[in-house]
């Protein structure tokens, strides 16, 4: 009975079986908790740190000993012209954050359902065709944003302005990038081709799921196409649609690379994240940049809530 009770001890101090398995699974997970803490909780905590602190150059020495000034660097975030409202011209990073967000997620989300109807039908090429689509959202961001930028360069061997002025539409070369008012839906346009892909291949495994019957009692009820789309594909989209806004609204919320290498954040494109980057390392000052992040945090935890509130329960119910 003593031997028994012996191998069944439990505890990571203890000497039974039970007791070994705990301390070799803690130390097969250790190297994982150790990356985990070290590239992901630390510096999240150490951000939140930060934004309370005045952190800059002059005392990187000695982080630890900034001093602590409560709530300023938010008020001076919230108070500077770069992130709030100074008018219809200028938006600030806070709003254009909002309508560069959602407008992109939305392009995206429609040009990746439009993709995914047109590859569900049966075609000649359609292989070929699923692979051409998945090139803009395959390719290396820098590449591709480095092809619009020559696309869209001011000068007269930019495509765009050699074609227009060529047809005689344009007299002289224009700076598309550089016109505030423009280049933010040029951005958006980029968003949207960028990442309709990841919403096509979603919305197209879906619709290849349902089931053809509902289809064929349509065509018995005497109805058309539109009538398919608007009773069975649509309401059977319904969660899927749900979850590639809300998962591509927090990722192009947090997104800093496509509009860096666009703009640099100019020209009316000034999001959360370039901002950010701005404060931190153009103006060096790092608490005033935590304080940036975590406001963007702030939207992107209540994103995710009604993420997990709304598409996750609704497909627990189902």
Known sequence: MA??????????????IRAQETRLAWLLMSPTALIVFGLVLFP??????????????????NVFGAEFTGFDNYRDVIDDFAFKWQGWNQWGAFVTTIVYSFTS???TLFLGLIAALILNQKFVGRG??????LFPYVAPVVSVAFVWRWILDPGPAGVLNDVLMSTNVIDLPKAYLAQRGLAIWIVVLFQGWRYFPFAM????????????????????????????????????????????FLLRL???????DDIWLLTGGGYGTNVLPVLTYQFSFNSSNFGK??????????????????????????????
């Open 105 to 107: 997620t939305i392009l």
């Open 3 to 16: 031997h028994v009770k012996n191998e069944n001890q439990t505890g990571i101090f203890g000497k039974g």
């Open 289 to 318: 940049g935590a304080a940036t992040a975590m406001i963007l945090l702030v939207f992107l935890v209540v994103f995710i809530v009604i993420y997990v509130l709304t598409v996750m329960r609704n497909l627990e119910e189902d």
């Open 44 to 61: 999240a905590f150490f951000s939140i740190w930060i934004s309370f602190h005045d952190v800059g150059l002059d005392n990187l020495n």
């Open 201 to 244: 291949l979603m919305i197209l495994a879906r619709l290849q799921a349902i089931d053809t019957t509902l289809f064929e009692a349509v065509d018995v009820d005497g109805g058309n196409a539109w009538d398919k789309f608007r009773y069975v594909t649509l309401p059977d989209l319904r969660y899927v649609l749900g979850a590639i």
């Open 128 to 133: 070929l065709a699923r692979g051409i689509f």
């Open 250 to 256: 927090l990722w192009t919320f947090n997104k800093f």
